[in-house]
């Protein structure tokens, strides 16, 4: 299984040091727009939190609905629920073959939050996706992964080489050049 990292949010939620400066200024200050923001955050989060509930029900009903479980994946990314971001992948994927972009963003997403000791589970999840249908963006990944774990400093080379490989035109069968 993939490495359990829960205490790392899945998106570019950061916050630097000017907004914890703004922050701190505003304190103490009556703002009532301030308030309301806070309200309509929190009616927000309680929304997704209905639909992400609602959509669980609904695969309960309909396990292996691409479009019910691309949704769930999405608003749990937004909650920055890594473990039910997993979860909700893994009965996907069990459930059916996934396209190509899926893959991909489960596989980056996974080797974004791995460290070097943990590459070898994205690196099995990677060849799960080959497994599971072979496209050249994800055997580019595998080998990607292969390399930054076996021989990090090859990358540059192996990178240009692909890239190359993929700008070539590609003659159809049966064609001759």
Known sequence: MVPSRDDVP??????????????????GEDDESGEDDVESGGDDDER???????????????????SLS?????????????????????????ARPLPEALWLEWIEDEERLASDD???????????ACGDGASVGVWL???????RLHAPQLLPALDAAAQGALSQPRAEPGQHP
């Open 10 to 27: 899945m998106g570019d939620d950061e916050v630097d040091d000017e907004d914890l400066d703004s922050e701190e200024e505003g304190e």
């Open 48 to 66: 997704r939190l209905a639909e992400i509930q609602s959509l669980r029900s609904q695969l309960a009903h309909a396990p292996g609905s691409f």
């Open 70 to 94: 691309t949704q769930l994946i999405s608003l749990l990314k937004a909650e920055a629920d890594l473990s039910g971001v997993r979860a909700a992948r893994l009965a996907l994927a069990s």
């Open 118 to 128: 943990e590459l070898h589970e994205v690196i099995g999840l990677a060849e799960r």
């Open 141 to 147: 990944r595998l080998i990607h992964l292969t390399a």
